[in-house]
């Protein structure tokens, strides 16, 4: 049976903008089912790093809050820290950053809350049947969240070869040391040619797994984590990376973590994917690239796959815009793969198997 997925364009007029657009997405969903008076509602969103303009504009979030707000319930925004060395590693930093990047509560209308605590480890272990974890580490504050409404900007992703409401869900879910976990099958490699030995990746490596020579950096894959921050640092692209296993493995392991996050949350969750600034990299960089389409619109459902799948489907339905990364290529059927030569629908194909959702959908135009 195919799911639900409701669909808005970039075009507005008077008495329609695009927050009048979102209002309607969430009637269209009937996202008022997932919630009930009181309930405490996670609002799973990325505040974006420290230098990254991409992420979804703060103005947008007060209208989910305040639709949240009508049903007597209690909103809060909420992310897990990161794994890499960046502006967002621990709570503290992790609010500022957010507060910095406009989502401050007179803006949002809500608190912001770290889901997993002021280190990263306030977790919950989660039991579930996979095929990679048996249970998986989950920030306790989305866990104990009576219901959850993940709000996602779709994207590129240099590990996943794309990012959505699954990553958003899964990776974004996890602990920092649940991230490890699902980064574990990654090790970059660096291209002695191309490496000018300026030192940058080492101020991201959270670590301190990479050593300078003379002439290139030198990875100590014993201290690797798998994180790829240095993959998206490198300005000369001299790191690329190095499968130990089929790519597909770090999109299943996170996929597995968002059946974890939603195994308490049966009829208590919505999915909302801001097909906008579709930037080649994650929100994780401390830049925004040009995007490689024009903006698409916003998609709204109660799968996550579906939702994910016609995000996906719609992007590959534009036309390449000549100024991004993918230059003047045109005709390209995938252009996640294109970017990074990852088969991204593999996390689709596995959470449509562990019954997350369908990846069969029907796409209503509000």
Same mark, same amino acid.
């Given at each position: 049976?195919? *799911?639900?997925?409701?669909?808005?364009?970039?075009?507005?007029?008077?008495?329609? #903008?695009?927050?009048?657009?979102?209002?309607?997405?969430?009637?269209?969903?009937?996202?008022?089912?997932?919630?009930?008076?009181?309930?405490?509602?996670?609002?799973?969103?990325?505040?974006?790093? &420290?230098?990254?303009?991409?992420?979804?504009?703060?103005?947008?979030?007060?209208?989910?809050?305040?639709?949240?707000?009508?049903?007597?319930?209690?909103?809060?925004?909420?992310?897990?820290?990161?794994?890499?060395?960046? *502006?967002?590693?621990?709570?503290?930093?992790?609010?500022?950053?957010?507060?910095?990047?406009?989502?401050?509560?007179?803006?949002?209308?809500?608190?912001?809350?770290?889901?997993?605590?002021?280190?990263?480890?306030?977790?919950?272990?989660?039991?579930?049947?996979?095929?990679?974890?048996?249970?998986?580490?989950?920030?306790?504050?989305?866990?104990?969240?009576?219901?959850?409404?993940?709000?996602?900007?779709?994207?590129?992703?240099?590990?996943?070869?794309?990012?959505?409401?699954?990553? #958003?869900?899964?990776?974004?879910?996890?602990?920092? *040391?649940?991230?490890?976990?699902?980064?574990?099958?990654?090790?970059?490699?660096?291209?002695?040619?191309?490496?000018?030995?300026?030192?940058?990746?080492?101020?991201?490596?959270?670590?301190?797994?990479?050593?300078?020579?003379?002439?290139?950096?030198?990875?100590?894959?014993?201290?690797?984590?798998?994180?790829?921050?240095?993959?998206?640092?490198?300005?000369?692209?001299?790191?690329?990376?190095?499968?130990?296993?089929?790519? &597909?493995?770090?999109?299943?392991?996170?996929?597995?973590?968002?059946?974890?996050?939603?195994?308490?949350?049966?009829?208590?969750?919505?999915?909302?994917?801001?097909?906008?600034?579709?930037?080649?990299?994650?929100?994780?960089?401390?830049?925004?690239?040009?995007?490689?389409?024009?903006?698409?619109?916003?998609?709204?459902? &109660?799968?996550?796959?579906?939702?994910?799948?016609? *995000?996906?489907?719609?992007?590959?339905?534009?036309?390449?815009?000549?100024?991004?990364?993918?230059?003047?290529?045109?005709?390209?059927?995938?252009?996640?793969?294109?970017?990074?030569?990852?088969?991204?629908?593999?996390?689709?194909?596995?959470?449509?198997?562990?019954?997350?959702?369908? &990846?069969?959908?029907?796409?209503?135009?509000?």
């Amino acid at each position: 049976m195919s *799911s639900k997925v409701y669909f808005t364009d970039m075009r507005a007029k008077k008495g329609s #903008n695009l927050m009048d657009k979102l209002e309607r997405l969430y009637d269209s969903c009937e996202f008022a089912q997932i919630v009930d008076s009181g309930d405490l509602v996670a609002i799973k969103i990325h505040f974006g790093e &420290r230098g990254n303009t991409a992420y979804i504009r703060p103005p947008f979030l007060k209208i989910l809050v305040e639709k949240i707000k009508k049903a007597n319930a209690k909103p809060f925004l909420t992310d897990t820290n990161t794994l890499y060395a960046g *502006s967002r590693q621990n709570a503290v930093d992790h609010l500022k950053t957010a507060v910095e990047n406009g989502f401050a509560y007179a803006v949002v209308g809500a608190p912001l809350i770290i889901a997993d605590g002021l280190n990263g480890k306030d977790y919950l272990k989660v039991n579930i049947s996979g095929k990679h974890f048996k249970e998986v580490n989950i920030g306790s504050a989305l866990y104990h969240a009576d219901s959850l409404l993940t709000v996602s900007h779709f994207k590129g992703h240099e590990l996943t070869g794309f990012g959505g409401a699954l990553k #958003n869900l899964g990776m974004g879910s996890g602990s920092r *040391s649940g991230k490890q976990m699902m980064h574990s099958d990654v090790l970059p490699a660096i291209d002695s040619q191309k490496c000018k030995v300026c030192g940058r990746c080492l101020e991201w490596c959270p670590g301190d797994a990479i050593i300078l020579s003379e002439n290139h950096a030198q990875i100590l894959d014993k201290k690797c984590l798998g994180c790829g921050e240095c993959i998206v640092t490198c300005p000369h692209g001299a790191i690329e990376i190095s499968w130990k296993t089929q790519p &597909r493995t770090i999109q299943e392991k996170m996929v597995e973590y968002a059946l974890g996050v939603l195994k308490n949350k049966n009829q208590k969750t919505g999915f909302i994917n801001f097909v906008i600034n579709v930037t080649p990299d994650c929100d994780c960089s401390s830049w925004s690239d040009a995007p490689i389409v024009a903006d698409v619109g916003i998609l709204a459902s &109660r799968d996550p796959v579906a939702v994910d799948q016609a *995000s996906f489907d719609l992007v590959n339905q534009q036309d390449v815009l000549p100024q991004s990364c993918l230059g003047k290529k045109q005709n390209i059927t995938d252009k996640f793969y294109a970017l990074h030569q990852i088969d991204s629908t593999a996390q689709l194909a596995y959470a449509e198997s562990l019954g997350l959702g369908t &990846r069969s959908y029907k796409l209503i135009k509000i």
